[in-house]
């Protein structure tokens, strides 16, 4: 798959035609989930649920937010200090895996009914059921509910890069000609989905070192970290920038954000 064209072509679709998934595609995502690692030594796990299939038939409930899905994936994790980052990072991958199947998909954390998913996914005691994700076909069809949240605005805004970006320090924001090879990383970036499209991820470069930031005490402020990283290191590998993630000591700060960990270019 190619990467930054599928970060270029993911949005969150709402509404679906209704129609099962073909077994290839459902055969090609369990397949995919199987082989992916957490990253960052964490533990969690993605299950499928199929709409209306296996012994107990559910229909789970969306609030009137998802309109003919064929199936949901549910992201678990056990909660502990960056479970729900990397967690976010590995569901994030899922999900562009989705879209370059031609596959619609949609991160929800408050449009659904936990009650309805566990009654399939059966989470142990000490885990969480966060994040779950309609897959099917999208349809060309715009409900009410879409155009009163004006949700194709929503895709197409994101603040602008010198706002979210910085040089060397905070009091400087990174223009796109200054960010050098991290230009189409940083844009990729930019493109994560984000819970109510906040956008509370920044990132500062010093040399050959990004430092990611994420604005706390929000409540998906450690799931939409951990999509941003995902954006950020998968287009990197694509590019062939190699480099890896580090938690520093030392580095920027700034009061209303909360310092996550380093990128180091090798
Ligand atoms: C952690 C997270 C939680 C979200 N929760 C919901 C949700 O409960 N309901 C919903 O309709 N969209 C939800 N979204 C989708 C965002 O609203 C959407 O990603 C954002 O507006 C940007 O639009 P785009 O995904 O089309 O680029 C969520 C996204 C994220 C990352």
Not at 9 to 26: A, D, M
Not at 53 to 77: C, D, Q, R
Not at 214 to 231: E, R, T, V, W, Y
Request: hydrophobic fraction near 35%.
């Amino acid at each position: 798959m190619n990467i930054i064209e599928t970060i270029q072509k993911r949005h969150s679709v709402r509404t679906y035609t209704g129609e099962p998934l073909r077994q290839e595609h459902t055969a090609q995502i369990k397949q995919y989930i199987n082989q992916l690692q957490v990253p960052f030594g964490k533990k969690a796990r993605i299950e499928w649920v199929g709409v209306n299939t296996g012994e107990k038939p559910i229909k789970p409930g969306t609030y009137g937010f998802i309109k003919g899905a064929s199936a949901y994936l549910a992201l678990i994790y056990e909660e502990d200090d960056f479970a729900a980052t990397a967690a976010a990072y590995m569901f994030e991958q899922v999900i562009l895996f989705c879209t370059n199947l031609g596959l619609g998909t949609c991160w929800l954390g408050g449009s659904f009914s936990r009650n309805d998913f566990k009654k399939q996914i059966k989470p142990n005691a000490d885990e969480i059921l966060k994040i779950v994700s309609p897959v099917g076909y999208p349809s060309d069809k715009k409900r009410w509910l879409e155009k009163i949240l004006n949700t194709d605005r929503k895709h197409i805004s994101r603040k602008p890069f010198e706002e979210l970006f910085f040089d060397k320090d905070f009091d400087h924001p990174l223009s796109e000609t200054q960010a050098g090879i991290f230009l189409t990383p940083l844009k990729m970036v930019r493109l994560a989905p984000s819970a109510n499209n906040k956008q509370e991820w920044r990132a500062v470069i010093e040399d050959k070192t990004l430092h990611f930031y994420k604005k706390p005490f929000l409540k998906f402020d450690s799931i939409d970290i951990g999509i941003a990283l995902c954006h950020f290191e998968l287009t990197c590998k694509e590019l062939g920038i190699e480099g890896q993630f580090e938690k520093m000591q030392n580095h920027p700060a700034n009061d209303s954000v909360e310092y996550v960990i380093s990128w180091i270019q090798k």
